[in-house]
């Protein structure tokens, strides 16, 4: 019994680091969201890697902020970026910088284009950030303040993850055509 216990569980995380290792960078990112980025907005670029704070988020947090996976059950790969909007710009006087940093998700289209979703819009964020995306495989989640509540996803959903802090799901909902949020950790 013990020996197909370990074999799951090495099954599964594997399967789990793979899931993660599978995830795009920007520099991998299809010609039509690159344009779908510069639509939405002409000085958003993805948050890079270098731009997340390796002390606060970890090594593993420390890739550039794309997430691909069908997000709303239609079949096609849609992809989620943390999207920081212009240079960063030097905080009075201080050594820190911040710029505005955008969480969109673009869902793919039959025709190629992609429809964006502004999930949320943070100003002033200092760079190196301590915000984060992440893959919420479907399932299962516990809501952070009350852990009796449980959503289950029916597809993968975006973690939003202040790193030592709140973390938030965004899922989508058919029936009101837009993603909603829930609070995993407060």
């Known amino acids: 019994m013990h020996v197909l216990a370990l074999a799951a569980w090495l099954l599964w995380s594997g399967a789990t680091r793979a899931g993660a290792a599978e995830q795009p960078s920007a520099a991998d990112l299809p010609a039509g969201l690159r344009e779908a980025i510069t639509r939405l ?11 997340i704070l390796v002390e606060r988020c970890g090594a ?4 550039d902020q794309v997430v691909r996976a069908d997000f709303n059950g239609d079949g096609r790969a849609d992809y989620a970026v943390l999207l920081r909007i212009g240079e960063p710009t030097a ?4 050594a820190l910088k911040s710029a505005s940093v955008w969480a969109v998700v673009f869902l793919a289209r039959r025709d190629g284009l992609y429809r964006p979703f502004i999930l949320f819009k943070s100003e002033e964020v200092m760079i190196p950030s301590r915000q984060v ?7 299962l989640v ?16 975006i973690a939003s993850i202040l790193c030592e802090g709140t973390e938030k799901v965004y899922y ?5 055509q837009t993603f909603r949020e829930y609070l995993t950790r407060e």
């Open 41 to 51: 907005h002409p000085a958003a670029a993805v948050l890079g890697a270098d731009e």
């Open 60 to 63: 593993e947090r420390r890739r």
């Open 91 to 94: 905080i009075a006087g201080e």
């Open 133 to 139: 995306i992440a893959l919420q495989p479907s399932g």
């Open 142 to 157: 516990h809501h952070g303040a009350h852990p009796e509540r449980v959503l289950t996803l029916k597809q993968p959903g």
């Open 172 to 176: 989508w909902v058919s029936r009101g």
